[in-house]
């Protein structure tokens, strides 16, 4: 099986999730604490190496799962990988091989709330038509002493300027910074990425979480605009404006 590197990039190094949206080995940690065993789940997991490497570290302390757009993209082709990869054995893949569910993120999410300790998104969100929404599921289905740990992409200063910001938010014919809002949220932490232009949030589980924003369109840059213009632009500009 010819391995695309851009979806096996695991969870270290400054590629991997470490990288993105900081140490997830110390945030799990830090949830073991509290309980004996917690669940684990990645959105746009690819290969599902990050889970995998996960499983060496922590086995039967946590539960993994994976969100995948595309239907190839399947627990089947995980198992492929792990074996060809040698990260676990025919003996041993079956229990710690992730649950992949295969589903668009941008969407109201199929789990109920307060499902998962630990959610994470490395190099998925700039894909993402209505990033708003996709924010507050996350946090929907967060346990109560959860936490997610969410890297924006909100930026790609390669794009020409009127594409570069992937969140576009306006007030009154006034744009309004998307780290600037998020900073109004005392269950949001900004931090920025390691040596790239955009920010990842850490999100701490509350109640009742509205971020205050009305979906108003997508632009996809790769179908409609970069593939008919002969260049690669990433991802999905989402548009909103404030008050629901």
């Not at 604490?33 to 086995?59: D, M, N, S, W």
């Not at 676990?88 to 589903?103: A, M, Q, V, Y």
């Not at 289905?141 to 924006?152: D, M, P």
Request: glycine content about 8%.
């Amino acid at each position: 099986m010819k391995i695309r590197q851009g979806r096996a990039k695991g969870l270290f190094g400054k590629k991997g999730a470490e990288g993105r949206v900081g140490d997830v080995v110390k945030y799990i940690k830090q949830l073991l604490k509290k309980k004996k065993q917690i669940k684990v789940l990645e959105v746009g997991t690819g290969y599902g190496r990050a889970l995998l490497e996960l499983k060496k570290i922590f086995g039967e302390k946590i539960e993994t799962h994976g969100i995948n757009l595309e239907p190839e993209w399947n627990q089947n082709l995980v198992r492929k990988y792990a074996l060809q990869e040698k990260i676990f054995d025919k003996k041993e893949i079956n229990k710690n091989l992730p649950k992949i569910h295969i589903l668009d993120a941008g969407k109201k999410l199929p789990f109920k709330s307060e499902s998962f300790d630990f959610i994470f998104n490395p190099a998925t969100m700039q894909y993402i038509p209505d990033k708003i929404l996709f924010i507050e599921e996350v946090n929907r289905i967060l346990t109560r002493e959860g936490i997610a740990a969410l890297e924006l992409e909100e930026v790609r200063v390669e794009h020409p300027l009127e594409y570069q910001n992937l969140f576009e938010i306006w007030d009154n014919g006034k744009r309004i910074d998307i780290i600037k809002h998020f900073k109004n949220f005392k269950n949001i932490q900004i931090k920025k990425s390691t040596e790239r232009d955009w920010h990842y949030i850490i999100i701490e589980k509350v109640k009742k979480f509205n971020l205050n924003l009305k979906f108003i369109a997508a632009i996809d840059l790769e179908g409609d605009l970069a593939l008919d213009w002969g260049v690669r632009w990433w991802g999905k500009k989402s548009i909103y404006r404030l008050g629901k």
